[in-house]
């Protein structure tokens, strides 16, 4: 078994490594002043991003719900890895070798979600492989009947799997996977006779992860004889949970972030088409229903905390499609987004609507994009007849709650005169309906918040933890009950965030000056017990290693939290002068004790007044020379 990584590796890893492009793979960031960025936070849902990332000090905290750590942690909590796991998989990325104590160094042993990320990878290689066999020309039919040539193919990683029961069993055991880990991975499944491989005869769609990494398949059936569903996605395993995953999402996001729009289709080859086609922003799900956790995913890679971008839906026009329709309203006001809807003219998805009518058809799809409000409108007025008044007033009572719940109130007044005209009532008629559907949803009970994933245990009730750290947990923010305690805040910041730009005779008459709040004073003195070694790249590391571990947070707050200037020049002057102050309002207080103690004095010890009034010439040199300027 692999030892405990060395040390010196673990930190030489964490200083090779960005923590702004680790996070930037999950989570849409965008500059948050000097030296910091934001975005929305994974760890649970909110409106504008509270989420504050910082290169420099390779820290992350969120101030709404309290989340932070460094950048082994945000991938221990979102991709549930243990610390060793994290460390590999940053060392992997920046291709570092490890060394591992105790005699260790195989890295065939280390957690089983590795492991079933290594036997996705191999199986994918091997899947890919396949297609190109005389086995697979069925597969390589299908592609080419839905408009897929090898290029696609290849681009997309889509793979076959062979006719028989041990094909990527066999392969994976020569790479040295055993038949546990390729069924914790879901290549495998178990009968009464055995284990088996999963998908046979089938194509293949790797499913990834937004950071590339495959966690999962698709299987298409392609035979009369294969009497399984027409697609077998990997069941739920610890990397692959469906309703967390969106096919595509992997290519797309890039796009995504930078054009602010996510276009939401049915299936793989509809995300194919849809890329092949030049819309680059489209994912699906996977063998389930968009939902809460998707809205989430989408949310935080959109950056959708402006109002400005938009999600488009394709739904098919049958049934189906309407209830999928239904059911992505239902949850579309947790897009701070608009919603809008795309139906083909003639109901073609998007894979078929390029074959019949081109890629420039698939384009245009979205120039043709309908508000999700009037879609679902429509949807709801089909089901009555307009032509009795029977009809209209169940059709009106159905639609005006749709009407009511528009959150732009700009939009209200004509949609509630379309809802009018498409009834046919007078508007009059049609706003009061809006109104009283509008006063029964303020009294109706709220609805419970969506359960969110849990960043650490599996058993831990999230909402619990953020109410409990909205409740408990101190923000540094907060800490501005007087001038004083800003001054001792911001001072904190300076001296966490930007050392470089203070001298180190400031820096250690600063953490030896009287701080008024109890906790700053703590973090003060773990400022100074680190002070052997003034700055550096590991430097607010250090500070929050001689911090009590009750204080953590607030230290990590004080390493993120932005500094109020525009460039870099600016930060720097501000930061001496920040500290600068502290150490003025220091010396006044020394200043004031000594002159009391003169009074007290007085001439019966000249002696001593001689060396307090030394002291007091001494402090007022000290003054001058700062008020003269922070040193370069």
């Known amino acids: ?226 009497k399984g569903p027409k697609y077998l996605n990997t069941p739920e395993t610890p990397v692959y949970h469906k309703a967390q995953v969106l096919y595509g999402l992997d290519l797309a996001k890039r796009d995504i972030g930078k054009t602010r729009q996510v276009v939401v289709v049915e299936g793989y080859t509809d995300v194919m088409a849809a890329h092949l086609s030049g819309v680059t922003t489209a994912v699906a799900t996977c063998g389930t229903s968009f939902g809460v956790d998707h809205i989430r995913l989408i949310r935080r890679v959109m950056g959708d905390d402006s109002g400005l971008g938009e999600v488009v839906f394709t739904f098919d026009p049958d049934a189906a499609g309407q209830k999928a329709a239904v059911r992505a309203f239902a949850e579309q006001q947790r897009f701070q987004a608009h919603t809008f809807v795309a139906v083909a003219p003639d109901g073609l998805d998007p894979c078929d609507l390029r074959l019949a009518k081109g890629e420039a058809a698939v384009r245009a799809l979205l120039e043709h994009k309908i508000p999700m409000f009037e879609f679902v409108i429509k949807q709801v007025l089909a089901n009555y007849s307009l032509d009795t008044v029977e009809g209209r007033a169940a059709a009106l009572r159905e639609s005006a709650p749709i009407v009511a719940e528009i959150r732009d109130p700009a939009l209200r007044p004509g949609y509630a005169r379309e809802l009018a005209n498409m009834v046919g009532v007078d508007i009059s008629e049609a706003q009061a309906a809006i109104i009283r559907a509008a006063k029964e949803a303020k009294k109706a009970p709220s609805a419970p918040a969506p359960t969110v994933r849990s960043s650490g245990d599996a058993g831990s009730n999230p909402q619990t933890a953020v109410a409990e750290a909205d409740s408990v947990e101190r923000r540094v923010v907060d800490l501005n009950a007087s001038p004083q305690i800003r001054l001792e ?32 004073a703590v973090i003060r003195d773990a400022v100074g017990a680190s002070m052997t070694e003034f700055g550096g790249d590991t430097w607010a590391e250090r500070v929050l290693g001689h911090t009590p571990d009750d204080l953590k947070p607030i230290v990590t707050q004080l390493a993120v939290a932005p500094i109020p200037e525009r460039d870099e020049e600016a930060v720097l002057i501000y930061c001496s002068q920040v500290v600068t102050s502290l150490v003025e309002r220091e010396l006044l207080r020394l200043k004031s004790e000594l002159v009391s103690r003169l009074q007290r004095t007085g001439e019966s010890d000249p002696e001593m007044s001689r060396a307090i009034s030394e002291e007091i010439m001494a402090l007022e040199k000290r003054r001058r020379t700062l008020k003269e300027g922070p040193r370069a």
């Open 489 to 520: 805040r911001d001072a904190l910041m300076a001296l966490i965030q930007h050392p470089e730009a203070i001298d180190v005779q400031l820096a250690a008459e600063a953490v030896s000056a009287a701080f008024a709040e109890p906790d700053l």
């Open 1 to 226: 078994m692999a030892g405990r990584i060395r040390q010196s590796d673990v930190e030489e890893v964490k200083a090779r490594t960005n923590i702004a492009d680790i996070i930037g793979e999950y989570v849409s960031l965008k500059n948050a002043g000097v030296g910091s960025v934001k975005g929305l936070c994974p760890f649970h849902d909110e409106r504008s991003p509270s989420f504050h990332v910082r290169p420099q000090s390779g820290f992350y905290h969120c101030f709404g719900c309290g989340e932070s750590g460094d950048v082994y942690s945000f991938l221990q909590k979102m991709e549930h890895l243990s610390f060793t796991e994290s460390i590999e998989k940053l060392a992997e990325r920046i291709r570092f070798e490890l060394h591992y104590e105790d005699g260790g160094g195989s890295k065939t042993e280390t957690g089983s979600r590795t492991r079933i990320l290594a036997a996705n990878a191999a199986a994918a290689e091997f899947f890919v492989a396949q297609l190109a066999t005389p086995g697979a020309a069925i597969g390589r039919t299908f592609l080419g009947q839905r408009g897929f040539d090898r290029d696609a193919a290849e681009q997309f990683g889509i793979g076959f799997a062979p006719k028989g029961w041990s094909g990527v069993r066999d392969h994976l055991k020569q790479r040295g996977f055993t038949d546990e880990e390729m069924l914790a991975a879901g290549l495998l499944s178990q009968g009464d006779k055995g284990v088996y491989d999963r998908f046979r005869e089938r194509l293949v769609w790797p499913i990834r992860d937004v950071t590339g990494q495959t966690i999962g398949f698709g299987a298409r059936k392609l035979t009369e004889e294969d």
